[in-house]
C-alpha cells in the first residue's frame, strides 16, 4: 500500500549527514534574508540615536513605496483599427484548425488567435489519438516569434531579394539539367503528400533528380523491416489500447519513439475497469518514460537487450536460435509466458536500430497474431533511409552531385559524420538551405531561401492510411520569407502557389467529391482506407545470427536518447523547453551523461548538493570511435543498468542560437551509423559542473500520505480502507473521517458552480504537456538557469516525481523486522531499479486555505466557484502565504522578468511578446503569483453559456492543463453538476486529497495509482 512505503526524490535525502536536506523541508528559501544588512550592527543598534519614530517613518516609507512600485504597471500605447477586420473582435479568440508535421512532431491541432495573433496550441479532439499535444507541440507556437528568425533569403550570407535568388538558383538549375548533373533533394520527414506531389513534378522537371529522406532520429531499421516482410516502406500502427500485455525491448514509445503519439492510446487501457487493465513489462538501460511507468521494469545493457529479445523469441515460438544467456532471462521467460497466455491481446515492441531486430519483432506479433499490430493502417510519420543519406555523402565526396536543396532538416548539425557532410558540401556548385534560422546547416550553403513558420504557411499531412489533414496559416507572414514548396514551384516556373496546388491535388486524389471548406474548418479528412500487403518470407535464422554478429558487448555501452523537451534539437531555441525539467531527472537547461551509483562509485564520479540547494557533478570525456565529447556532466541516475551510460542528443547547437540558449553538448557525433547503442570509453576529467536541478526544491519528504498506489490484486480484492484509508480524527472522542471535522464555519458551496480539478495517477504519465500549455496560457516567465538553481523557478504547475523503495510494512512483517532500526534503514536504502510515480501539483485552490490567513492584506482569498484567487495589485511581497502553503506552489518574483536584458528571453524583446495571452496580466516585481484554475477560462465560459441563453454542457470547462492532457488523466469540471465527470470522479473509490489529513479540503483531487505487478 502506498502508505507503507518510503518515498524519496533524491538519494541526498537518505544520506544522513546532509543538513541541506532538512534545511529545505523547514523552508521554502535556503538562503536567509539580509537582515543584518538592514539593520546595521546588531551590538550597536540599542546605542543608535536613531528614535522609534523615525525608525517607524523610514519603515512605513520604504514599505509603501515598494508595495506601489509593486501596483505600478508598464504604459502601453495602443493604436486603434481604422477599419476592423470583419473577422476579428477584440477580446475575442478565433481557433483554426490545423496541423504541426515537422521536427519528428506530428499532431492536429486547434491554434488559439487573438488579435491576430497566435497565442496558444491546443488539441483537436476530433483527431482521436493524433489530436493530442505533446510538450513540444505545445511550445511550437514561441518558436513563431523566435527573435533569431531570418528576416529574408540570404546570398553568401548577406542579405537578397527573391528575384535575385530566383534568377541565380533557375541559371544554375538549367545548367546542371543541360550537363545532366545530379540535383538532389535532403528533406527530414514531411508526411506531406502534396509536398511530396511537388518534389515528383520538380523530379520530373529537371530530370536527373533524386529525393533523399533523413531523420535526425531514425527509425530507418524499423522502415527497412517493415518493407521487407510487407512490400511497404512505413511504420507498424501500434493499438496499445487493444493490448492486454505490453513487452517492450528499449522502446520509449511514451515518448519520440517512432514518432510519438502513442500515449493516449496506452493510457485507455491503464484504468483499472471492473477489475482490468494492461501491463507493461520494460526491458531497458536508461530510465525511460515508458520504463517509469511501466508495472514491471527490468535494467539491462544495450547488447544484453539483443541477446534478451532473441531469447525471449525463442522463449515464445519455441525456436532455439543460438544466443547468449543473460542475467535478466527469468525476466524474460515470465514475460514469454505471459505473451503466450494472452495471445493475440499481447503485442511486443523495440527500439533496437538494427533491421534484424524490427523483423524479429514483426515476426513475434505474427506469430501471435496480435491484435494490436496493425499493417493495414500502417503510419508515415517517419521516412529516413540511412543508406540513402550515407550513399549521398559518398556522392558528394566524389563530386557527383551538382545541387543540393535541404529542406526541414539540419544535416551540418545532426549527422554523425557531420564533418565529412560539410567538407563534401564545399564540392557542390549550387547549395540551397530551407529554413527559419540561420543553423549549422544554412551557415555553409551558398543560398538561404527563407522559410516560414508552420503557423504562417499552407500544407497538408497523411499520418497513417486513412487520416489526412490540412495546415493553414494563422497569421500572415512576419517576415519576407516563402515556404519551400513555393520556391520549388517557382523555380518550375509555375503560375499557381503552393495553396492552389494542395487545394488541385486534394480534389484529384484525396476528397472524393468532399467539401473543401468543410474539411479546411475541421482540420482532418478520415477515409475508409487499407493498403494490400504482400508478405514475404524472412529467413529468422539468418536474421538472428546477422543481429548477433553485430552486436558487439563492451565494458560500458552508450545508449543515446531524445528527451521529451528538446527532442533533436529542432525548438533548441525556445526557453519554455530549454527551461522544462525533465520528468526523470528533473534538470532543465543541460544534458548530461545518465549512469548507475554503482558504476559511478567505481569510477569515482559523483554528484553533490551544495549548501543553498543547488546539485553539482563531476566532469568526464567520452569516445566513440574517432569521436570524443569533452566536459560532459556527470549524473547519477537510480535505475540505469549497471555497465550503461544515458546521454540525450538535441543540444550542443550554437549557430542561429540565442546565447542563453546554447547549452549541453552535441551527443550526435557518437551515433556512429546512426545507431543509439555504442560501445563508449569513459574517462574523468578535473572540474565540476553546475545543474539547474529541481530535485531538492519544495521538498515534502517526511510527510505521509502525498502520493498513493496500491496493486491490481489489492484493488481488485481488499477493502478500500486497505489500499485507501481515509484519514480520521477524534471528535468527541471518536474516530471520524476528517471531512467532518472543521476549525471553520463552512458556508454553502453548493449554489452557482463549483470547480474540481481531478487527477488520475495510473494514467499520468509524466509527459509535461500541461507545464508548458500553463506557460502559455498564463504568461508565466523563463527565469534562466542561475535562477533554477538558487530555488526561484517560476512554474506554476511541477511534476513531483517519486522513487519508491521495496521495503513495505507487510514485507518486514513477513521478515520480522517490523518497526525495527534495521526496516527503517532498508527503507532509505535507494534501490538499483526503484519504482517510479508522477504526481502533478499545483495550488489545491483549498477550501480552507491556509495562505488566505496569514495574508495581511487580503490578497488571497476564496471564490464561490472554489477558485483561489490572486489581486495582484494587492500583493505586498511579504510571502507570508508561500510560508503557510503545506504545497509549495506559490511563486515569489523577485525580479521583474519582463524588459530585463538580465533575463534575456521571450518578454524581453517586442517579438516575442507577441505570445502574450492578454487575458492574463504579467506580474511585476515583489509579488506572489500561482496557478488560478485558468479563471480567465472558466468565466469566459459563462459568459458565453449565459450570453447565447444555454447551461453549459459537461466537457466545456477546461483548464490548460487539463486540455492539453493527452492521456486524460487531468478532468476538469463543476462538481455542482451532479452528472457531470469529475462528480462521478468525486465519488470513485480511488480518490483522495493531497495531505488530506491537514484539513485544507482542496478542489484538486487525485486518484491512485494502479500497478498490475502480478504474474498471471
Known sequence: MASNKKYWRSVEELKSDRPIVESLMQKEFVEELPTDAFLGDKENLSQSSTTRRDFLKYVGFSTAAVSLAACEGPVIKSIPYIVKPDNIVPGVANYYASTMAEGGDFANILVKVR?????????????????????????????????????????????????????????????LKSNNEKIVILTGTTASPSSNKVIEDFTKFYSNVSHVVYDALSESAALDAFESMYGVRALPNYKFEKADVIVSVGADFLGDWQGGQY?????????????????????????????????????????????????????????????????????????????????????VVTGIQDKNAQLIVNALNEYLQSEAFDITTPRYVKGGNDADVNNLISEMQAGKVGALLVYNTNPSYSLPNATKFNEALKKVKLSVSFGMSADETANKTQFVATTPHYLESWGDAHFQVGNYSLMQPTIQHLFDTRQFEDSLLTWMQENKNYYQFIKENWAAT??????????????????????????????????????????????????????????????????????????????????YMTISAADAEKLELENWTVSDGALNGSLVNLKVGDSTIQNVPVLIQPGQAKGSIGLAVGYGREAGMQLEMMTGVNAYSLMQGFNTFQPVTIEKVDGEHEFACVQLQHTIMGRDEIIRETTLEDYINKPKDDWNKTPEFSLNHVEVPAERVDLWEKFDDTIGHHFNLSIDLATCTGCAACIVACHAENNVPVVGKHEIRVSRDMHWLRIDRYYTSDMTNEKAKEEGIFGTGKMFNTMTIPQENPQVAFQPVMCQHCNHAPCETVCPVA??????QGQNHMAYNRCIGTRYCANNCPYKVRRFNWFKYPDNNE???????????????????????????KCSMCLQKTQLTILNAKKEGRPIVDGEFQTACSSSCPTGSMVFGDVNDKESEVAQLAKDDRTFHLLGEIGTKPNVMYHLKVRNIEES
Open 115 to 175: 488579435e491576430g495573433r497566435p497565442i496558444k496550441i491546443e488539441p483537436n479532439k476530433m483527431a482521436g489519438n493524433w489530436g493530442v499535444t505533446s510538450a513540444r507541440v505545445q511550445a511550437s507556437v514561441l518558436s513563431l516569434y523566435d527573435n533569431n528568425r531570418l528576416r529574408g533569403p540570404l546570398d553568401k550570407g548577406e542579405p537578397t531579394n527573391w528575384d535575385s535568388l530566383d534568377k541565380k538558383v533557375i541559371e544554375t538549375l538549367n545548367t
Open 263 to 347: 500515449s493516449a492510446a496506452y493510457a485507455k487501457g491503464r484504468v483499472p475497469s471492473k477489475g482490468k487493465m494492461s501491463k507493461l513489462i520494460q526491458f531497458e538501460s536508461n530510465l525511460s518514460l515508458t520504463g517509469a511507468n511501466a508495472d514491471v521494469r527490468v535494467p539491462v545493457k544495450p547488447s544484453e537487450q539483443v541477446y534478451a529479445l532473441v531469447n525471449l523469441y525463442n522463449y515464445v515460438t519455441g525456436n532455439n536460435f543460438y544466443s547468449k544467456e543473460t542475467p535478466v532471462d527469468e525476466a524474460i521467460k515470465k514475460a514469454a509466458d505471459q505473451l503466450k497466455k494472452s495471445g493475440n491481446k499481447a503485442v
Open 510 to 591: 484525396i476528397l472524393d467529391g468532399e467539401s473543401w471548406n468543410k474539411v479546411l474548418h475541421d482540420g482532418i479528412y478520415s477515409k475508409e482506407e487499407e493498403i494490400s500487403v504482400a508478405k514475404s518470407e524472412v529467413d529468422m535464422a539468418s536474421s538472428v545470427a546477422t543481429l548477433l554478429s553485430n552486436t558487439k558487448p563492451a565494458d560500458f555501452e552508450l545508449n543515446l536518447y531524445a528527451k521529451i523537451g528538446l527532442g533533436d534539437g529542432k525548438q533548441a531555441n525556445n526557453p519554455w523547453l530549454q527551461e522544462l525539467p525533465d520528468p526523470i531527472t528533473r534538470t532543465s537547461w543541460d544534458n
Open 859 to 864: 490578497a488571497t482569498s476564496h471564490g464561490r
Open 903 to 929: 533575463f534575456d528571453f521571450n518578454m524581453n524583446n517586442d517579438l516575442g511578446k507577441m505570445v502574450l495571452n492578454p487575458d492574463v496580466v504579467v506580474r511585476s516585481r515583489g509579488v506572489m503569483e
